[in-house]
T-cell receptor
Framework: SQQGEEDPQALSIQEGENATMNCSYK?????LQWYRQNSGRGLVHLIL?????REKHSGRLRVTLDTSKKSSSLLITASRAADTASYFC????????????FGKGNQVVVIP | DAGITQSPRHKVTETGTPVTLRCHQT?????MYWYRQDPGHGLRLIHY???????DKGEVSDGYSVSRSKTEDFLLTLESATSSQTSVYFC?????????????FGQGTRLTVV
């Protein structure tokens, strides 16, 4: 089955630095989404990029999508302590059953 | 937050007993999902539903069954709980047909099978 796979798994940075996470997937997709999970909570949707888009911005978030390489990256600029969380990518396969497949997640720790 | 609630939030049960987890939504979204989250595995899809009485298996469906008798409720049943089903279970909803492909998640149910 198709799954997103993030890289790296864990990241520790200083407040103000940028954080970059990568995600790869295996099959054609309709869209790719990024979610954040704070400890002990449910996942929260951050941003969606469609298969015909290459880059998207939302506040301090920047997402890129390279469908030829089947990969995506999430950049968080000027990180804050509140950005400490796990980040997951999820793909919606192009074969149309609207099943979201999640990766294993990236743990990001932002040190104040 | 989207109107989605899971119950119970925490449960401890014994091996071999049946367990039912409930997901309730007030958003009238057609799609509902059950995931489990385990360290090192991320989120894995157990079952999902694309309408009342319409359900399908996910990647880790063995040992689980679901029912959706009305739009707002999606039940996950462990027929005979095993220790390997100790996990955090998340329900999610989405409405891709109405331009809402993103999923909204409940707060999770922590299940411990002893």
């Amino acid at each position: 089955s198709q799954q997103g796979e993030e890289d790296p798994q864990a990241l520790s940075i200083q407040e103000g630095e940028n954080a970059t996470m990568n995600c790869s997937y295996k099959t054609s997709i309709n869209n790719l989404q990024w979610y954040r999970q704070n400890s002990g909570r449910g996942l929260v949707h951050l941003i969606l990029i469609r298969s015909n888009e290459r880059e998207k911005h939302s506040g301090r978030l920047r997402v890129t999508l390279d469908t030829s390489k089947k990969s995506s990256s999430l950049l968080i600029t000027a990180s804050r302590a509140a950005d400490t969380a796990s980040y997951f990518c999820a793909t919606d396969a192009a074969y149309g059953n609207n099943r979201l497949a999640f990766g294993k997640g990236n743990q990001v720790v932002v040190i104040p | 937050d989207a109107g989605i609630t899971q119950s119970p939030r925490h449960k401890v049960t014994e091996t071999g007993t049946p367990v039912t987890l409930r997901c309730h939504q007030t958003e009238n979204h057609r799609y509902m999902y059950w995931y489990r989250q385990d360290p090192g595995h991320g989120l894995r899809l157990i079952h999902y539903s694309y309408g009342v009485k319409d359900t399908d298996k996910g990647e880790v469906s063995d040992g689980y069954s679901v029912s959706r008798s009305k739009t707002e409720d999606f039940l996950l049943t462990l027929e005979s709980a095993t220790s390997s089903q100790t996990s955090v279970y998340f329900c999610a909803i989405s409405e891709p047909g109405q331009g809402i492909p993103e999923a909204f998640f409940g707060q999770g149910t922590r299940l411990t099978v002893v």
